[in-house]
């Protein structure tokens, strides 16, 4: 049986009320009841997406100090923005948000529509982040859910349809109980709720504005919920990571622009397979290459990576197409992607 909110607006009131109090104080976020600045709302939900509040607050300044609008981010060198984005994810979001800046300004005359359905059409905005901005930034009564939103619904109501089988009733519910008044606030408040007395292994529940129609407190098992299905292991790979140098340099590649990483500054490599590749894919001809015994683990979302360093020394070459010679002492500079900045490590 779906679960029906028996005073639909009892949750928003209760939980506006707590908000006002307890907002979060974030640098892309207004104060309770104002709206915001719909560029800085964008930006700041395309770091968010799988990356940690602490991770995206001290990167979200320096993207904004930097490219402090929309016009000025549409205009960023693509290598530079790569670069800034390091560390912050998939780097297809990086390649999104500059053309769907560069769209906002061809298409839009410089200013983010505030309806869904055409943020929706947007390079990089799907449903959540068209529904966070018409909400937040434009004050529009949109159904906004994520990570956060979907664990209080399903504690909410005890949902014991496990996700992500149960996401349409969740959003259904959120449907239910979104006021028309304060939605932006709503689900920023929805958010903290969820990032803070609603957590994931954690609850403090007697803070908590909606205890009182809470189902999961009520049981006594709030953690019981969001119900999850059994985790699958993730596919392992392997590849190795080639470190060619020669007076003080290192040389780094272009990564092909479709694709994992792609556009970014990286090492070269060889293939990443089911099992160790060895020295295929190695850069240049007839170097002595040497393969330590450290290996560097990184987890993509679909799979396990696991690389070795070869190391090699030349004299006099130039770099070949596509690639660069690049200082070691300033290596930091050159916006490396993790998994690559990982390897580099091993040895230097």
Known sequence: MVPTPTDPGAYGNALLDWYDAHARDLPWRSKPGVAADPYRVWLSEIMLQQTTVATVRPRFTEFVT??????ALAAADDADLMAA???????ARARNLLSCARAIMTTHGGAFPADEAAL???PGIGD??????AAIAFGKRAVVVDGNVERVVARLF????????????????TDRITPVARAGD???AMMDLGSSLCGPR?????????????????????????????KSAKPQRYGTVFWLEQAGQVLLVRRPDKGLLGGMRALPTGPWTDVAPGLEGAPGAAIDWQIGPERAVHLFTHFSLELALAVGRVEGHSAPAGGEWWAIESLDSAGLPTVFAKVARLGH
């Open 158 to 173: 005890a949902l014991d349809t496990p996700l992500p089988a149960a996401k349409p009733l969740v959003r259904a519910l």
């Open 186 to 188: 709503f689900a920023q």
């Open 128 to 133: 959540y982040t068209a529904a966070a901005i």
């Open 202 to 230: 954690a609850t403090q529940c007697l803070l908590c504005p909606l205890r009182a129609m809470c189902s999961a407190t009520a049981a006594g098992t709030p953690t019981a919920f969001p119900v999850k299905p059994p």
């Open 85 to 91: 984005w390091a560390g912050l994810g998939y780097y």
């Open 66 to 71: 930097r490219w402090p609008s929309v016009a």
């Open 120 to 122: 929706r059409q947007l």
